[in-house]
């Protein structure tokens, strides 16, 4: 039996020794196949390694940037029925080209009412300043009148003053002159009166002691004569007297014509008075004047007003024809032919293919490494075979979560630290207008 076994293990040891030299071979021949390829792999993987190395030590890159643009949403200014949307989705414009028009009607009404408002206020305008004018003209010429009437009256009133002054003293004068004259003829006529008494009373005794014959002749005779004498005196004193009197009677006449200069003076302090009263009048015609200038300022003011009001409506006229602000292209319509539009309800939404930039949110980590002026390569999925080049212009004040609807660092207790991303702005050149506002884009920053 044992021997039996042994002679069993022994062929059983021969079969499997049969058994184990083809596959030692063909386990040769497979590493012979696959040391190469494991050199190969071992070898692309180290290459794109080391450059996926060298290019992180070199670059700041991310996935999340997309193509911006400025999109400009065209609305209307004015209320009223869309007639016409000229342009279509995709259709390339002009700056200053039709986009669309809305029913002028209303606003055509409108520039019609205030261009007749400012014709009936310009002409209400016009009227009031000729009237001012005028106004004016004949207050000064009124002013200037009574001026030199007053002037005249003052220096009549004057003259006449000074004349009847004159005329005063001298007829005073004169009549006490005159009445001295008088009370001398006077004295002299009494003087002549006591000697014709005396003489003739010698005269009588004379002639009676000439017939008594105690006196001669001759002595009677000089009596008679001493008589005539004193009677001649008499006369001549008289004479004198009447001639004094009628002297003062005419002093006492020339006294009533100065009453009447006073009279003419009077008079002419009147005409003073009546010139002060006609300039005090033209004076108070400025009041009337100071109250149509204000009506003239307020006129204008109206005026003022209605032409702005006539701007208004001209503009708002010109705001039913809208156009495209700049050279682009139509990105979508929004309001169709015939809809009734309101003021500030979109119509049109154009953009410049020409202006885009690239926004990339660069994780804060990296951040520190990025600066405005530095070379930015753009990839873009819709271009797989073409590189764009750009350049880092601006970086982003805070992170893109501080504008989230729900910024991070609520109340919660829980709390997870995550990396947040900064907003940086990539300029780029986009001749050909490949880039669309929208496209994602991964981009590399060079930083060394």
Do not use: C
């Amino acid at each position: 039996m044992a021997t039996e076994n042994r002679t069993t293990e022994e062929r059983t040891t021969s079969d499997t020794s049969r058994m184990s030299a083809p596959r030692r071979s063909s386990r040769r021949a497979r590493w012979f196949i696959l040391a190469p390829l494991l050199v190969l792999g071992l070898g692309a993987g180290a290459y794109v390694g080391v450059r996926w190395w060298l290019y992180t030590t070199q670059h700041v890159s991310t996935d999340d940037a997309r193509v911006k643009g400025t999109l400009i949403t065209i609305s209307s200014e004015v209320a009223g029925r869309l007639l016409t949307l000229v342009v279509e989705e995709g259709q390339r414009i002009d700056k200053g080209a039709v986009l669309a028009q809305i029913q002028p009607d209303e606003y055509q009404a409108q520039v019609a009412l205030q261009s007749a408002a400012l014709e009936a206020a310009q002409s209400q305008l016009d009227s009031a300043e000729a009237d001012l004018a005028l106004t004016q003209t004949l207050a000064e010429g009124q002013i200037q009148r009574s001026d030199a009437v007053l002037g005249t009256s003052r220096s009549q009133l004057a003259e006449a003053e000074k004349s009847v002054k004159l005329e005063e003293h001298r007829t005073v004068a004169n009549l006490r002159e005159k009445g001295a004259s008088v009370e001398e003829a006077r004295a002299r006529l009494t003087g002549a009166k006591a000697n014709l008494d005396k003489t003739f009373a010698d005269l009588e005794r004379t002639r009676q002691l000439a017939k008594d014959g105690v006196v001669a002749a001759e002595r009677l005779d000089q009596a008679v004569a001493a008589h005539e004498s004193a009677v001649a005196q008499h006369q001549s004193a008289q004479e004198t007297l009447n001639r004094a009197l009628a002297l003062v009677q005419m002093a006492q006449a020339e006294g009533r014509r100065v009453q009447l200069s006073l009279d003419q003076v009077q008079t002419q302090q009147n005409k003073v008075r009546e010139s002060q009263a006609l300039k005090e009048l033209a004076v108070a015609e400025r009041q009337r004047i100071k109250m149509k200038e204000d009506v003239v300022k307020n006129l204008r003011a109206k005026v003022k007003e209605v032409e702005a009001l006539l701007g208004l409506a001209r503009m708002r006229l010109a705001e039913t024809t809208i156009s495209s602000p700049i050279n682009g292209v139509v990105s979508q319509t929004i309001a169709d032919a015939g809809e009734r539009v309101q003021p500030g309800q979109p119509i049109v939404v154009i953009n410049d293919p020409h202006d885009v930039w690239i926004s990339a949110n660069i994780e804060e980590t990296h951040i520190r490494k990025v600066r405005p002026g530095q070379p930015v390569t753009i990839t873009v999925d819709a271009y797989p075979q073409q590189t764009f080049q750009g350049k880092v212009t601006q970086l982003g004040a805070a992170a893109r979560s501080e504008f989230a609807l729900i910024p991070a660092g609520s109340a919660s207790a829980h709390f997870i630290k995550v990396t947040q991303r900064i907003p940086v702005r990539v300029s780029v050149d986009n001749p050909e207008g490949l880039l669309k506002p929208g496209m994602m884009v991964e981009v590399g920053i060079r930083v060394k």
